[in-house]
């Protein structure tokens, strides 16, 4: 495959996964976003640069998460590999429970995709296959992609998802420990098995929750109650869990966000005023806890092509030049790939 551009733009929502009952599957897009800009350069340089989250914690060359998924979807594409400038400009908090990973891999993703000639050529299935790859899970992928609320399931040809309708009146509020939790860790913390009762109350609350998002947001209380992941849990969540299980005692919709230690608090109107009492009297932002309320993206990864001269890749020694917009250079949107 021939590239189309040698210098893109990419922006990926952050993503609240489970929303208490479905674990693996139901998700939510957040917006707050990580910024990526890849420039192909004709040298094999790798250079990364990170501002913002991970900054100085992730690594700077072949092995950043972004240049793998970039790299991954330009193999599969056919594209002859090139030297990579990209700059990170991250907004979303590692290993919190929003998402970070997952934006990285799309970002990887999404970028590959506008940088070729055919961007349809790496079509929507192929996207979420790619970056379900490397999550293991497509719940936080499928918000990322496309935005909103989503349900992602498997099957023998790969993952699929699909958009849910969300209230408007929803709030989604996180508030993030100054504390890391990774995903792995959070996994490892599951049983193989667990009982057919816990099971069908769970199931339940996901299908109620399909509704609550919709139509019912008095609904999310219940809709939100979850018995396959966050009970065990509890351990490896520490301040989260006891926080989890205040607002819960109030009546506010409260759920770990993804593999935690992130709450996710999902209000309807008739949530709110109990929700702000007692995130006033237990969330404590000079000692660690950040309290976000960002608003539910509905429109997911999106990439823009800064330039589109491929035929004549810089040789990256002079940094990043000619940034121009080019008239009528195609705005790919996550969301909308066939
Ligand atoms: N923007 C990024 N660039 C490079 N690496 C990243 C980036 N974001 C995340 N990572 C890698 O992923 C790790 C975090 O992934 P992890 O799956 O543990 O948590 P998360 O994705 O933040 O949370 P969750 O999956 O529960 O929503 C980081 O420690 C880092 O190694
Ligand atoms: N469904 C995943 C989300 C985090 O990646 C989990 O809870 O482990």
Known sequence: ?????????????????????????????????????????????????VHGEGAGNVPL????????????????????????????HNVIPHGRGLGSSSAAVVAGIVAARALLAEPRAVDAATVLALATEFEGHPDNAAPAIQGGATVAWTTDEGPRAVGLDVDPTIEATVLVPDVRLATSRARAALPERVSHGDAAFTAGRAALLVEALARRPELLFDATEDRLHQPYRAAVLGASSELLKALRDEGVPATVSGAGPTVLVLAGPGHRARRDAVLADLVDETAGWRRISPGIDMTGARARRISGNPGALSSGSSGVTGRHVVPGSPAVRGGSMQ
């Open 61 to 88: 060359g072949e092995d950043h998460l972004v240049v793998r998924a970039l790299r991954r979807t330009m193999e599969l594409a056919g594209a002859v590999p090139t030297g990579i400038h990209m700059t990170c």
């Open 1 to 49: 495959m021939q590239l189309g551009a040698d210098h893109v733009r990419v922006r990926v929502p952050a993503t609240s996964a489970n929303l208490g009952p479905g674990f693996d599957s139901l998700g939510l897009a957040l917006a707050l976003y990580d910024e990526v800009e890849v420039r192909l350069v004709a040298s094999s340089d790798v250079v990364v640069e």
